[in-house]
């Protein structure tokens, strides 16, 4: 009997998520866009997951600073910087 496990399986259509949800809230941000299949899928999306994951993003960064795994230097203009704690004796 042939092993089923080692071939892929090919995706439904309904497995893969909708991305309507997000053109409808990239249109929503900016009212007089448009583009073509290949602008959407380049920049819009992309775009519009970074803006919905921004907040997230921030929650885990906050997180690992107060675990003490990352530490964030201020800018002189406010912004954060986020980079590896430095632990003294290693290289």
């Known amino acids: ?10 995706r439904a259509d309904d497995e893969r998520p909708d991305p309507g ?8 941000a900016h009212e007089f866009a448009a583009d073509s299949l290949e602008g959407i899928v380049s920049w819009w999306l992309p775009r519009q997951r970074f803006v919905e994951a921004r907040d997230h993003i921030q929650a885990s960064l906050d ?5 003490g795994l990352v530490v964030s ?3 002189p203009g ?14």
């Open 1 to 10: 009997m042939p092993d089923d496990r080692a071939q892929p399986r090919p």
């Open 21 to 28: 949800e997000e053109i409808l809230a990239y249109l929503d």
């Open 63 to 67: 997180r690992l600073v107060a675990r």
């Open 73 to 75: 230097m201020p800018l």
């Open 78 to 91: 406010g912004t954060l910087l986020y980079g590896k704690v430095r632990r003294e004796g290693r290289a």
